[in-house]
């Protein structure tokens, strides 16, 4: 809660140091990665998302309010978090639309961590999801949103995959993005190679194609699973998928060349956690 020894502080020009990390974000869609004390920062806007960030164990370097609207917000506000009041039309300034609600917040990012710290993890997720080249902002935070809503909180990612702790990618998600632990591939194929054969996952491709098993036909061994998805346009590439341990697909009508890659994503996480269970 907000008190007495944490007032809000007014501030009236964005040129106050303070606002540092929520300046020009209009220009830069992954919000400005460095916080006050030089830590990796992102943020978040929306009361329901800055809701769900205080609720998570993520830590948080300041909150920005809409001066007028923060009495009805100050609840749940830990004391040690600075709470800084500005006027609507320079919060617009800042971000270009109304999607704060009144409320952002800036929070400190985790670390990704590596493929080898998920194979050795105590738990193995029974499935986990892969997101290989997957770049616009949407499908990720779709994807995200999806997998929470299934119970896949396990979730790897390749260099290529659009920032996780983007602004929009937080906002689609519904700021689900806190609930998932994050794992990073360093080199796609050597260590999905190491997962199938080392420790021993069943690698699942996305694929297009006549060698596909149609996804109601799958039969889901006790296993864990990777589900691998990839880039909007593209696909997964041929060698990635000559990796996997099986390839599935989506039955649809004639004349229908493939769905968004989110609603696919969706549908096989759905198959793949209804049949585990």
């Known amino acids: 809660m907000s008190s007495a020894s944490n007032p809000i502080q007014i501030l009236d020009s964005l040129n106050d140091p303070r606002l540092a990390p929520y300046c ?8 400005n990665l460095t916080g006050m004390d030089g830590q990796s920062t992102f943020i978040a806007e929306g009361r329901l998302v800055v809701d769900r960030l205080l609720e998570s164990d993520y830590e948080i370097e300041s909150l920005l309010l809409q001066a007028g609207s923060q009495q009805s917000l100050l609840d749940g506000i830990p004391n040690h978090i600075p709470v800084y009041s500005l006027p609507g039309d320079e919060i617009r300034s800042l971000v270009g639309f109304d999607f704060h609600r009144g409320v952002m917040a800036c929070g400190y990012r985790k670390r990704l961590s590596s493929i080898e710290e998920f194979s050795e993890r105590h738990v193995i997720p029974k499935v986990a999801v892969a997101m290989l080249g997957v770049t616009e902002l949407e499908n990720v935070g779709s994807i995200l949103r999806s997998a929470a809503a299934f119970g896949i909180h396990a979730v790897l990612v390749d260099q290529l995959t659009a920032d996780v702790y983007s ?3 937080i906002r689609v998600s519904m700021a689900t993005v806190f609930q998932h632990s994050f794992f990073q591939f360093d080199d796609v194929e050597s260590q999905l190679r190491r997962l199938a054969n080392d420790a021993s996952f069943r690698i699942i491709a996305t694929a297009l194609g006549t060698d596909s098993i149609p996804i109601n036909d799958f039969v889901h061994r006790d296993q864990p ?7 909007e346009a ?20 004639p004349g229908t060349d493939s769905l968004n890659v989110g609603v696919a994503t969706a549908i096989f996480m759905h198959e793949l956690t209804r049949q585990k269970s």
């Open 24 to 31: 020009n974000l209009r220009n830069q869609p992954r919000g």
């Open 167 to 169: 602004r929009r990618v």
């Open 225 to 231: 699973t990777i589900l691998m998805v990839g880039n």
């Open 234 to 253: 593209q696909g997964l590439s041929e060698r990635v998928k000559k990796i996997a341990t099986d390839r599935l697909t989506i039955p649809m009508m």
